[in-house]
């Protein structure tokens, strides 16, 4: 039997906002336990809920940017549910009424055709706060400075159909709320979170197959492990004349395996109901306009800019144009270099990209800014430096030993274009090899290469090539 | 001195004739006396009001007054009060100190009101009688065998003794109206959103209103001057300007039109509760009112509408009570789940636990659209009702409560019934209008109240409909005779 793998994606987006979604509170990452929870997060009798504005102008955003619907009226519903870390013993999210419908993302696997993902809706809601089960003993702490803090749920429809897309969906989602400064993207501190529907169905049937929901899914390594180990379980189930069960099942990076956590007789009844304490979310045309307005160069955009206005090819804008702030490196660059966006693209793709992957580091950390790198590609530019020397010279800039300038003046790095100077250099090794000279000029045509390197030697790689080999000629013949 | 009036202790003070302190003392001294046989006050806040009364008094001195400072004043407890006490009259918060202040609390004490303490109340304001109080049932002032009404039960048996010359109390489903009209006291239920809630232990979001317990309108306007307006921290308050309201009180209402809802005069009414508003209508028309019958074809939907709204809003509300951060824990837990069942099993009442549970009933899967939805479309009817009504007339009179007050334990045993003394109040509620409750006669010696519904925001007129009333008859100021 030929299956067909159907993957729908829910990706919490924390939005970055200063403070909390319904208290002032702030959202700073990584304070002591407890020290950013005000009244209204720690759920005391009495208090209530005021919304944020700048959540609802990052939802629209984000809604305005996958072509969505952002709802004129949208409600905040109850979540009810008990638990230490959920302090009201309800969460306050949006059920029938999202503040975005309808939308879609088009992704790309390498190697096979662009396809467009629909997505259902995204809300905003608060999130609970943290259990902490180790260092109690038997006990379990509650820290609630991550209660109250905005999320954006994006909700995909069930149109992916492998691992692969799923990943390149979430990679697409993960750039674009870059893009459009709404989160910071950041995985190892729950940033950006994702929960996967995984079902299985024959080739060409249209029924949906019972699905399995995978949590815990915190890397883009781990959404790709995790929905091929739970496609190959639901397989051998049903080949083994077993059924799916409907249930949420907890990814495990370690032994690499989902496993059950709760089947939907054991799921809760939230009890969802309009939340008395807060109006409906009304946005009107004008509001939603001056949002509009706001949105940056979408990657989308960007990627067929690249490529119609710089040259870049397919492949190269698509790079590119992965994340905002590589690209905005790349301009940048390209800009400060002058004409050449080829040029620059091979070195920030090369050399930049390769030195980043080897120490690990992001763009925003790089030792070599794009204002220097585009100097430096300046310099090859104007012939003061040869393609092999800025090599080099890009090394010393990693190494913090200053700017492009700075290092070519104090390694003398300058190029040689004086043809006095080489044509003196030349003259001196043709008298020193008189036996390759001879051969060359009996044919040994090989040999071009030899007093090219001679040169370049005898110049430390200074003198300019295209001049060397011109002279060479010239001299040779 | 305890006798007076708002109005007159404010003129008292300011001419020198009683320091607050000295009132501070006499109602303090007071309370001491008289709290044993009516329970009124959970927590008296004797120390923190004679500090509080000597900073009015230094005010006073300096001048800058406003009109309540240096007035002793009881907060029921249902309000935050930042290191007092503050325990919703449940056992779930017996132990629960107040880490902030609520914002109609805040706003007394900045015009320099003093609080004399914290009043009992029904538990979680869950109730009609106040006796499903933790710390057990107040006292009716005029006969101490009866009910004070609820679930502001306290704030009504301490003004209406003489305990405090006035109080807040928040009325759910008539909880400041019906005490008010069983204890011979003026009570206001301000419009939905008109005063903040903010610190007040919500019961169910969005009905609860805070509103003043007073002997007169005058007196309720004064307080209404600093309860009202706008709260950036409560997103259902309205913003919208607050009218100085002892402005109109002397308005005339010649002219006045009075809608007498046929639906409040039914055979449910007592008959001699029905001659008293009778006489008060009459009255009414003495003024220079018109008086005609209207109808509002949907009051009997408004109890059972009620109890699926309330309580569904309770369940969700009440939820945060789980033994884990705040109030009572249960001993000895042994996992989460015993934690919570004992912890809200122990810590809650009989009748907060039967809302709570009508309330999830309600709201869970397959029930919802049946009640909680089906509900809220009827709380539109009966919306709709009032305001075809104004469209005809200017106010709404009726009784308060079906009756006088009934005996402590006469219905305690059957919640429908107990539900019932809410018919004319609740509808009020559920569609967030204003509405008063002035004292109009007595039925063998205990206080009847009538019933006065505004349009939105009209609490202003309802005050100035009311003071005309107090200024033609005396009800207002009759005392029971013990205090």
């Known amino acids: 039997m030929e299956w067909e793998i159907v993957i729908g994606l829910e990706i919490h987006t924390q939005l970055a906002t200063n403070s909390k979604i319904f208290s002032g509170a702030s959202t700073a990452y990584g304070a002591a336990p407890n020290t950013q929870a005000c009244a209204v997060d720690l759920g005391l009798p009495g208090v209530l809920p005021v919304l944020n504005r700048e959540a609802v102008r990052m939802a629209a955003k984000f809604g305005l940017a996958v072509g969505a619907r952002v709802s004129p009226r949208s409600v905040f519903a109850r979540k009810n549910y008990f638990y230490p870390d959920l302090p009201k013993g309800y969460q306050i999210s949006q059920f029938e009424l999202p503040v975005v419908e309808g939308g879609q993302l088009e992704i790309q696997v390498e190697g096979e055709a662009a396809r467009m993902i629909g997505i259902t809706r995204a809300h905003l809601e608060e999130d609970a706060g943290k259990s902490l089960h180790e260092d109690f003993h038997g006990s379990t702490g509650v820290d609630l400075n991550r209660a109250g803090t905005p999320l954006l749920e994006i909700v995909s429809e069930p149109e992916m159909r492998s691992a692969k897309e799923a990943v390149a969906y979430m990679k697409k989602i993960h750039s674009l709320v870059q893009y459009l400064e709404i989160c910071d993207g950041n995985m190892q501190e729950g940033s950006f979170r994702c929960d996967a529907n995984v079902s299985i169905r024959p080739k060409g049937q249209e029924a949906l197959g019972t699905r399995s929901e995978l949590k815990n899914l915190n890397s883009f390594r781990f959404v790709e492990r995790a929905i091929n180990f739970e496609v190959e379980r639901q397989i051998d189930v049903i080949e083994g004349g077993g059924e799916v069960v409907q249930e949420t099942r907890l990814y495990d990076s370690d032994k690499d395996e989902t496993r059950s956590m709760r089947s939907k007789e054991e799921a809760f009844d939230y009890r969802y109901f309009p939340d008395p304490d807060l109006l409906p979310l009304e946005l009107d045309e004008a509001y939603i306009e001056a949002v509009r307005k706001t949105l940056p160069e979408l990657p989308d955009e960007k990627k067929a800019r690249f490529i119609s206005e710089l040259g870049l090819a397919e492949y190269e804008a698509g790079v590119l144009t992965a994340s905002r702030e590589l690209a905005d490196y790349f301009e940048v660059a390209a800009r400060v270099a002058g004409d050449d966006a080829k040029r620059t693209a091979n070195w920030v793709m090369g050399d930049l990209l390769g030195a980043l992957n080897k120490e690990g580091k992001e763009i925003t950390e790089s030792p070599v800014t794009a204002e220097m790198l585009g100097a430096m590609l300046q310099r090859i530019n104007d012939n003061t430096i040869s393609g092999k020397i800025a090599k080099q010279v890009f090394d010393c800039m990693w190494n913090g030993e200053g700017d492009a300038d700075a290092v070519i003046e104090q390694k003398g790095l300058k190029q040689v274009t004086d043809s006095g100077a080489i044509e003196k250099i030349i003259d001196e090794i043709m008298a020193n090899n008189p036996q390759q000279l001879e051969q060359y000029r009996a044919g040994k045509d090989k040999l071009f290469g030899f007093f090219v390197g001679q040169v370049m030697q005898a110049t430390q790689g200074k003198a300019n090539p295209a001049q060397v080999n011109a002279l060479l000629k010239q001299k040779l013949a | ?483």
Not at chain 2, 126 to 141: C, D, F, H, L, Q
Not at chain 2, 392 to 405: C, K, L, Q, W
Not at chain 2, 422 to 450: H, K
Request: hydrophobic share 40%; net charge negative; aromatic share 8%.
């Open chain 2, 1 to 483: 001195m305890h006798t007076k009036t708002i109005t007159q202790l404010s003129a008292a003070l300011r001419s020198g004739e009683v320091s607050s302190v000295e009132l501070t003392s006499l109602f303090l001294d007071r309370i001491k006396r008289h709290n044993p046989a009516l329970n009124c006050f959970i927590t008296v806040t004797e120390a923190e009001a004679l500090k509080a009364a000597a900073a009015a008094d230094r005010r006073l001195k300096a001048g800058d007054v406003a009109p309540l400072t240096g007035v002793p004043i009881a907060h029921k407890d249902i309000f935050c009060t930042q290191g007092v006490k503050t325990t919703c009259a449940s056992k779930m918060l017996d132990n629960f100190i107040a880490p902030y202040e609520s914002t109609c609390t805040a706003k007394f004490a900045e015009a320099g009101a003093v609080m004399l303490g914290k009043t009992n109340m029904d538990e979680f304001a869950m109730g009609s009688s106040n006796e499903t109080s933790y710390y057990g049932a107040v006292k009716n002032p005029w006969d101490l065998a009866r009910v004070p009404g609820g679930s502001s039960g306290g704030s009504v048996s301490a003004v209406a003794a003489r305990l405090a010359p006035a109080a807040t109390g928040t009325d759910t489903g008539g909880s400041i109206r019906q005490p008010a009209a069983l204890c011979g006291l003026t009570g206001l239920k301000p419009t939905y959103g008109r005063v903040s809630r903010f610190g007040m232990i919500a019961f169910a979001s969005s009905l609860d209103q805070a509103g003043p317990i007073t002997y007169s309108a005058e007196d309720a306007a004064l307080l209404m001057n600093v309860m009202a307006g706008f709260d950036e921290h409560d997103s259902t308050s309205v913003e919208r300007e607050v009218p100085d309201y002892t402005a109109g009180l002397d308005n005339g209402i010649e002219g006045l039109r009075i809608g007498l809802p046929k639906e409040y005069f039914d055979e449910g009414l007592d008959d001699s509760v029905a001659r008293v508003i009778d006489a008060a209508v009459k009255q009414y028309e003495a003024l220079g009112a018109v008086v005609r019958e209207i109808s509002l074809p949907n009051t009997g939907l408004a109890v059972p509408t009620y109890y699926v709204v309330a309580p569904a809003e309770c369940s969700s509300n009440l939820s945060r009570f789980d033994g884990v951060r705040f109030g009572y824990r249960c001993d000895d837990p042994q996992d989460l789940f015993d934690l919570y069942t004992r912890s809200r099993g122990e810590g809650f009442g009989a009748e907060v636990k039967r809302r709570i549970m009508i309330g999830a009933y309600v709201l869970s899967a397959g029930y919802y659209d049946a009640y909680y939805l089906q509900a809220q479309k009827i709380r539109r009817l009966i919306s709709d009702d009032f305001r075809a009504a104004f469209e005809s007339v200017d106010v709404i009179m009726g009784p308060t409560s079906p009756s006088t007050a009934f005996r402590l334990g006469e219905k305690s045993d059957d919640p429908v019934t107990m539900y019932l003394s809410d018919i004319y109040t609740i509808a009020v509620n559920m569609a967030g209008l204003p509405a008063a409750s002035i004292p109009a006669g007595f039925v063998d010696g205990l206080p009847v109240g009538l019933q006065l519904i505004g349009n939105y925001f009209e609490e202003s007129h309802l005050l100035n409909v009311a003071h005309k009333y107090q200024q033609a008859t005396d009800w207002h100021l009759q005392m029971p005779k013990e205090f």
